[in-house]
């Protein structure tokens, strides 16, 4: 029961599920998350890490990039039909769509640099 609760409150944040919805499109670094959703990097990082745990994302290192995808389910059968039945789910909500249509346009390098220019003034 404990595992089946975890995926279904790590899906009960509108911030997570629009997480989740941006990686059905591809893999996503924290900064670009985080440029899409207009969260804070910490904020990000903690989401991420409730979806992980719950077996709903996976994330990869490729050089100085964290990448995050969806999860095939092989770690929690909670996760995987959740994840199947998320895929039909709010494709008519037009704050969702809105979203998904800027996924493919958001570009990790600049993302990036825009965030470390921030940082530093």
């Not at 919805?21 to 893999?27: A, C, W």
């Not at 969806?70 to 996760?79: F, I, K």
């Amino acid at each position: 029961m404990k595992e089946c609760l975890r995926v279904l409150k790590a899906m009960s944040d509108s911030s997570r599920l629009r997480v989740l919805k941006m990686l059905e499109g591809r893999e996503l670094c924290v900064c670009e998350i985080q440029s899409l959703l207009a969260l804070s990097q910490s904020t990000v990082s903690k989401h991420l890490k409730i979806l992980e745990d719950a077996g709903l994302v996976d994330r990869r290192r490729d050089g100085q990039w964290v990448l995050y995808s969806l999860s095939a389910g092989e770690r929690s059968v909670y996760a995987r039909e959740m994840l199947e039945r998320l895929h039909s789910w709010l494709g008519d909500d037009p704050e969702v769509r809105a979203l998904l249509e800027r996924v493919p346009r958001v570009n990790r390098t600049s993302c990036a640099r825009q965030f470390r220019q921030e940082r530093t003034g």
